[in-house]
């Protein structure tokens, strides 16, 4: 106890020592397990922004035949 209240900036190492130890392991398991991999948001947008359009142009349609009428 009294190593941790003689140096207070050794508590700041240790715990930024801990804090990247972690940062690393979740990287590593990431990298490595591909379970633990994200999804590819960049294609689920990119699918979103096609059926927004896709579903624009049929609205589109729609108020183009209602006005005809």
Excluded: Q
Aim: glycine share 8%.
């Amino acid at each position: 106890m009294r190593l941790l209240e003689a140096n207070p900036g050794l508590n700041v190492v240790w715990i930024l020592l801990g804090a990247i130890g972690l940062g690393l392991i979740v990287f590593l398991l990431r990298k490595f397990i591909p379970g633990l991999k994200g999804e590819d948001t960049i294609e689920d947008e990119k699918k979103v922004a096609e059926d927004n359009v896709k579903r624009r142009i049929v609205e589109y349609k729609e108020e183009e035949k209602d006005e005809e009428e």
